[in-house]
């Protein structure tokens, strides 16, 4: 087998998804370490006023390419934008769009979803499923195609505690589900969506299963395979450690977190916290594409389905992660923190909506009390509102934990070059966990906030004046105690000082037995 920039020397690639995170990431990673490569077809709507062409631009003209743009200044000639609408009939592409990729394409990454977890059922049908369905046709017309890679979730099959590099059945026939939303108005949908979805949490990983089952049907002789990642995190080396654009997932938690907004959050510190940095999962998906493209004569029988996750290989739990965020949010604060940086994860459902109310609820309310009467436009409790509803998504995965196979991931690191396990490391054994969390929360504070490191020392100021301000307010909260509670009662007296009496015994006891070893 030839190395997999030689795979793509010459060869004709077409991206949905290509302006999302992983699509970037993606398209970065293939013209960098594969020069070889013709021409990157991208599939982009146009948006805003913007013709696709022009969200490309934009899009190549971010820190991201930055690398790659002193490496080959010339990249963007390997570029073409297709117009193109995943949700309209024929992917709204022209005929002679159609035309050029059908003589002409000899891989395609299927890239394009919706991540939205809470996404109306028909919508995320729409995107995810019949996207896909538009996709496979367009994908059976092309004359030259060596693969197909369908990007999944690791998370399409979570009603399951054991999942398999395999497609699964999934609870319904998918063309019965497609024929009857189709006359269905969106109240009844809207219905009927938790007894469709069953123990699974959202229409995101229920569509994603459907969507995998309806590739393995509608392959047909098509070479395909499929990549599911677990949760896509920030960069952990490439193109450099901690890039990320956006608050999905995680980042938007840590971001609340590291402004002292979120501080109780329901999570089991033991469960698994299957992060996968994004370089990991495309150096996979190129490898995959590689590994499929190469044998295509003799392939096997089923899809290759590749569980792209961490949790079975480098564990690293949530506790950890509350641990990794606190620390470096407080080393390095981000500017014009709400308070300190003190999040905590509780697995009782009771303590946490106690200290929801305490640490959230209540400080929105007194700091929009302090904006009105200051004649601003109050905004804290809409935020923890956003918070609140971003979490409650997120909860389910952050109190389970899961066991993935991933002996098809073993096996395409396996039969890699030396050279290319360098160029596309996707082993996560070498991942060191304290370490990358830190890159990632800088990241979040450098690139998706665009704070400047160069302000650190008034951010950490700042730190310390809400420190201050938090010392005299529990010394005030102490004093009203004892004279509210305390002073006013014999009783209260009474124990208080048999309480301190006891102490200084204690102390005293302690102090003598340091004094005679």
């Known amino acids: 087998m030839v190395n997999i920039p030689e795979y793509y020397a010459g060869k004709n690639v077409l991206i949905s998804g290509a302006?999302?995170?992983?699509?970037?990431?993606?398209?970065?990673?293939?013209?960098?370490?594969c020069p070889g490569v013709k021409t990157v077809y991208v599939m982009v709507r146009s948006k805003a006023g913007q013709s696709p062409q022009a969200r490309v631009a934009d899009m190549i003209n971010c820190k991201l390419f930055e690398k790659l743009q002193a490496e080959?200044?010339?990249?963007?000639?390997?570029?073409?934008?297709?117009?193109?609408?995943?949700?309209?009939?024929e992917l709204d592409l022209s005929k002679e769009d159609q035309s050029i990729l059908v003589e002409n394409i000899n891989i395609v990454f299927h890239c394009a979803a919706t991540i939205r977890f809470n996404e109306p059922l028909k919508d995320a049908v729409q995107l995810n499923v019949l996207a896909t369905q538009k996709m496979l046709a367009l994908a059976h017309r092309m004359k030259h195609l060596e693969i197909f890679l369908h990007v999944s979730t690791a998370y399409a099959h979570c009603d399951r505690e054991v999942i398999e590099e395999v497609v699964y059945p999934p609870p319904v026939n998918y063309r019965k589900l497609l024929d009857t939303l189709d006359w269905m108005d969106d109240d009844l949908v809207a219905t009927l969506?938790?007894?469709?979805?069953?123990?699974?949490?959202?229409?995101?990983?229920?569509?994603?299963?459907?969507?995998?089952y309806l590739v393995q049907q509608e392959a047909g002789d098509l070479n395909v395979a499929i990549i599911r990642p677990s949760i896509v995190g920030a960069s952990w080396k490439e193109p450099f450690p901690g890039w990320i654009d956006n608050f999905n997932g995680p980042s938007g938690i840590f971001i609340a977190a590291g402004k002292g907004?979120?501080?109780?959050?329901?999570?089991?510190?033991?469960?698994?916290a299957d992060l996968v940095p994004v370089d990991v999962v495309i150096n996979a998906t190129l490898a995959a594409a590689w590994f499929s493209g190469s044998q295509r004569v003799n392939r096997p029988r089923s899809i290759l389905v590749y569980n792209c996750t961490t949790g079975g290989i480098n564990p690293f739990r949530w506790g950890e992660v509350e641990n990794c965020i606190n620390m470096t949010f407080k080393n390095n604060p981000l500017e014009q923190a709400f308070r300190r940086p003190n999040v905590n994860l509780r697995s009782n459902s009771f303590t946490n909506q106690y200290w929801t109310t305490v640490s959230h609820t209540l400080p929105a309310l007194l700091y929009d009390g302090y904006l009105t009467l200051m004649g601003h436009k109050p905004r804290m409790m809409k935020t923890i509102t956003r918070l609140h509803k971003a979490m409650m998504v997120l909860e389910y995965f952050t109190s389970h934990s899961w066991v993935w196979n991933t002996d098809n991931v073993a096996m395409?690191?396996?039969?890699m070059s030396p050279e290319d396990k360098k160029v596309f490391n996707f082993d996560v054994r070498q991942l060191h966990w304290a370490e990358y969390m830190e890159n990632y929360c800088m990241g979040t504070k450098k690139y998706v906030l665009n704070e400047e490191l160069s302000g650190l020392p008034a951010?950490?100021?700042?730190?310390?004046?809400?420190?201050n301000i938090r010392y005299t307010f529990n010394t005030v909260l102490v004093?009203?105690?004892?004279?509210?509670?305390?002073?006013?009662?014999?009783m209260a007296r009474n124990i208080w000082y048999f309480v301190v009496s006891l102490c200084f015994k204690f102390l005293s006891y302690f102090?003598?037995?340091s004094t005679m070893r």
């Open 72 to 89: 080959q200044p010339d990249f963007a000639e390997k570029i073409t934008a297709v117009n193109s609408d995943l949700t309209v009939l």
């Open 193 to 212: 969506t938790p007894k469709l979805i069953g123990e699974r949490p959202n229409t995101y990983t229920y569509t994603k299963a459907l969507a995998e």
């Open 479 to 490: 004093v009203l105690i004892w004279r509210i509670f305390i002073a006013r009662s014999q």
């Open 511 to 513: 102090r003598a037995s």
């Open 19 to 33: 302006t999302g995170f992983m699509g970037k990431v993606l398209l970065e990673k293939l013209l960098r370490s």
């Open 459 to 467: 951010a950490r100021k700042h730190l310390n004046k809400l420190r």
């Open 261 to 272: 907004i979120l501080r109780t959050m329901r999570a089991s510190n033991d469960a698994v």
């Open 412 to 415: 395409l690191l396996s039969h």
